[in-house]
């Protein structure tokens, strides 16, 4: 009890002092071009003028509005490449006959840089939304997808015969056995593919959408309000921890793997 | 646990891996009692692993008929079921869980389960770790995990394919003498597939030798001792010179004991 309270304070003051490390020279480069009558304009990137707009963009809603417009996309865009990676990553991980056919073919569409993918995107869907979230989904399918067939690889046949052995039914070999072992793998791919998503996403929303992070950031940047484009920066760093961390507790959640 | 043994009955069983290979083995007969133990022991190849996993429906033979009574053996069923030579454990799940797994498979209520996996945990000794992690569990622990699953099913036969064979001197010694005991209180016939010859003395009322490509059963050699049986009695010592015996005749070798004499 009292090495894991000895370990949890250390791995909170570690956390606060990384942060105030970081925060320290945010400060400083801001202050350093504050002195020069040149760079002075960019006074307005530092911290206190962040965190003061962070305030003012929660208490007029700009921020819950960014964040839950990108929320949608990312989640939407992430639900449909684990629906399409999972179970492709399960069937290469299952048949050899279609890994080897399909090697050549994602190995050559997972080099493709996301965002490449826009032009095509906006020509094929409807609106902006959907092209976005294609263009979430494809950045995100490729790490699920590989992660699920590396976990499947792993898994051990005998444990397919054992299941047999004890009366598993053909859905109850995927409810018990598959999915419990390789859910640490298919997380831990999720995980992976949330930081390119995250990554795509911000970008993506910088052209069509009137609204996201990404939408707001480049508002800010044409209205020279560099204090709000700060707090967006601030934002989205701390959801994409966030999201991380969420990630992080649900692949210790549901790993088997002794440490 | 209400365990009954049942009577094995093989006949004219034939093997082969692939349609163009050499058979594993032909026109295999074998019959055994209710609540009778057989050790199968012969050497690498001779297809005694192939016999036992066709036995457990877990292979299809290519002609011939397995049935326990009445049942002809057509698939996998938790009445024969298989204990490998590694417990092959499942890492997420804790002790109690793993032992459970078959009646969850079953759709058991929970309290009947609960309370079986409570029973099946007492016959192996093991009902103080059932939230243990199997992974923190000793070789041996983990052996008797897997074999209180297969227990848990109520078996009319246990097949075991070289279960103990990965551990060491002294805790493969206390299983075979424990599996032994529980299969001969509770009455449910036992196969098991061995290289060890002390092995088949020290737990089989009945020894099997196959030898051959393809295999045959070229002797059977009842195994009359008392229980408990150990290693060092005169009897069981003179039961294990026959069984080597016959086992190195079947290998169209000179028997250990004219071997030794000529020496």
């Known amino acids: ?259 | 646990m209400s365990i009954r043994g049942v009577r094995l009955n093989i006949q004219d069983l034939s093997y082969r891996y692939s349609s163009r290979g050499e058979p594993t083995f032909t026109e295999l007969n074998l019959q055994a009692a209710p609540g009778e133990c057989l050790a199968i022991i012969g050497r690498s190849g001779c297809g005694k692993s192939t016999l036992l996993h066709i036995i457990a429906g877990l292979l299809k033979p290519a002609a011939g008929s397995i049935h326990l009574d009445d049942t002809r053996v057509e698939g996998p069923s938790p009445k024969w079921v298989m204990m490998f030579q590694a417990p092959h454990l499942f890492p997420w799940m804790k002790v109690s869980r793993n032992v459970g797994v078959g009646l969850k498979f079953a759709k058991w209520p929970e309290k009947e389960k609960n309370d079986r996996v409570a029973e099946a945990l007492r016959l192996v000794e093991l009902q103080d770790y059932a939230d243990t992690n199997v992974q923190d569990l000793s070789g041996g622990q983990q052996q008797r995990v897997a074999l209180a699953r297969s227990l848990v099913m109520e078996p009319e036969l246990l097949l075991l394919d070289e279960p103990f064979s990965a551990l060491d001197a002294f805790t493969r010694s206390s299983l075979q003498r424990d599996v032994r005991s529980i299969a001969k209180r509770l009455g449910f016939n036992l196969i098991i597939v061995t290289h060890d010859i002390d092995e088949a003395v020290i737990m089989a009322d009945r020894a099997v030798i196959m030898a051959g490509a393809p295999g045959k059963i070229k002797d059977e050699i009842e195994v009359a001792l008392p229980d408990p049986r150990q290693r060092e009695d005169a009897a069981v010592q003179g039961m294990r010179a026959r069984l080597m015996d016959a086992f190195h005749k079947a290998a169209g070798k000179p028997p250990a004991s004219e071997a030794s004499a000529a020496a």
């Open chain 1, 1 to 259: 009890m009292g090495s894991r309270f000895a370990g949890l304070s250390y791995s909170a003051s570690t956390f606060v002092a990384g942060l105030a490390i970081l925060l320290g020279l945010w400060w400083f480069s801001t202050w350093a071009l504050s002195l020069s009558p040149s760079t002075s304009q960019f006074a307005s990137f530092g911290p206190g003028p962040a965190f003061k707009a962070t305030w003012m963009m929660l208490e007029n809603g700009h921020i819950q509005k960014a964040v839950w417009s990108s929320s949608y996309r990312l989640g939407a865009g992430l639900v449909i490449a684990i629906a399409v990676g999972v179970p492709i990553g399960i069937l290469i991980g299952r048949s050899r006959r279609f890994r080897e056919l399909s090697n050549s073919p994602f190995q050559l569409m997972r080099m493709i840089s996301p965002l490449s993918w826009e032009p095509i995107a906006v020509i094929v869907f409807a609106g902006w939304d959907a092209a976005i979230i294609f263009l979430v989904a494809i950045a995100a399918v490729w790490p699920i997808m590989f992660a699920t067939a590396a976990g499947l690889a792993k898994v051990d046949p005998s444990w397919f015969k054992v299941a047999r052995n004890l009366g598993a039914s053909p859905r109850q070999m995927v409810t018990e056995i598959i999915i419990p072992a390789i859910a640490f793998d298919v997380l831990t791919g999720i995980r992976l593919a949330l930081g390119v998503a995250w990554m795509v996403l911000v970008p993506a929303e910088f052209l069509g959408v009137r609204s996201g992070l990404g939408y707001t950031i480049e508002d800010a940047r044409e209205s020279l309000e560099y204090d709000h484009l700060m707090a967006m920066l601030v934002v989205i760093g701390a959801m994409g921890y966030a999201l991380d961390s969420a990630c992080l507790t649900l692949i210790k959640r549901y790993s088997w793997h002794k440490q």
